[in-house]
T-cell receptor
Framework: DAKTTQPTSMDCAEGRAANLPCNHSTISGNEYVYWYRQIHSQGPQYIIH???NNETNEMASLIITEDRKSSTLILPHATLRDTAVYYC????????????????FGTGTRLQVTL | DAGVIQSPRHEVTEMGQEVTLRCKPISGHNSLFWYRQTMMRGLELLIYFNNNVPIDDSGMPEDRFSAKMPNASFSTLKIQPSEPRDSAVYFCAGRRDTTEAFFGQGTRLTVV
């Protein structure tokens, strides 16, 4: 699986947009970009994923560059409850067993939302 | 749906004792994952099952660790004998096909 690189930590003021970058320069054509977050003392929670096009759901937006070598997760109006570690993961999209099923977590970005 | 259910939530045991962690995935999820999380090593994948069959156990640290999935609604992770370095939070997660994974709340294991 392609390796991802994220900043160790970021701060964001409550109510402002939080933009979390991720580099995945070795991503291959069949690999999706997934984002999960982990709030303190809880299990990781799925946020969003995408292949080529930008994606948006009720939680966040995902912007993937045209060359797919990097992406940005956007929380449009961050709240204190968004304080968490955010993980960017690259995973193949094959619909069978084997390594495609693995979700390998890196160190993520610790986002601190402040008043 | 109650989500992925793990038990116990907390476990404190003495070194050398056997520890069994339990996981009940969401109904219909055909892949199940066991992860371990520590401050030093982050989230590590230990083993995962697909349709109750172990697919990759390369993350299992030693023979002291074993995992089973006797049916689609139950899995166990056993450590025998336990050691202090096994202290961690253990997460179970499930997924249907290639959709997103749902994690349980974890079991915090302390081996003294």
């Amino acid at each position: 699986d392609a390796k991802t690189t994220q900043p160790t930590s970021m701060d964001c003021a409550e109510g402002r947009a939080a933009n979390l970058p991720c580099n995945h320069s070795t991503i291959s054509g069949n690999e999706y970009v997934y984002w999960y977050r982990q709030i303190h003392s809880q299990g990781p929670q799925y946020i969003i994923h995408g292949l080529k096009n930008n994606e948006t759901n009720e939680m966040a937006s995902l912007i993937i560059t045209e060359d797919r070598k990097s992406s940005t997760l956007i929380l449009p109006h961050a709240t204190l409850r968004d304080t968490a570690v955010y993980y960017c993961i690259v995973r193949p999209a094959r619909r069978n067993t084997g390594t495609a099923s693995k979700l390998t977590f890196g160190t993520g970005t610790r986002l601190q939302v402040t008043l | 749906d109650a989500g992925v259910i793990q038990s116990p939530r907390h476990e404190v045991t003495e070194m050398g004792q056997e520890v069994t962690l339990r996981c009940k995935p969401i109904s219909g999820h055909n892949s199940l994952f066991w992860y371990r999380q520590t401050m030093m090593r982050g989230l590590e994948l230990l083993i995962y099952f697909n349709n109750n069959v172990p697919i990759d156990d390369s993350g299992m640290p030693e023979d002291r660790f074993s995992a089973k999935m006797p049916n689609a609604s139950f899995s166990t992770l056993k450590i025998q004998p336990s050691e202090p370095r096994d202290s961690a939070v253990y997460f179970c997660a499930g997924r249907r096909d290639t959709t997103e994974a749902f994690f349980g709340q974890g079991t915090r294991l302390t081996v003294v």
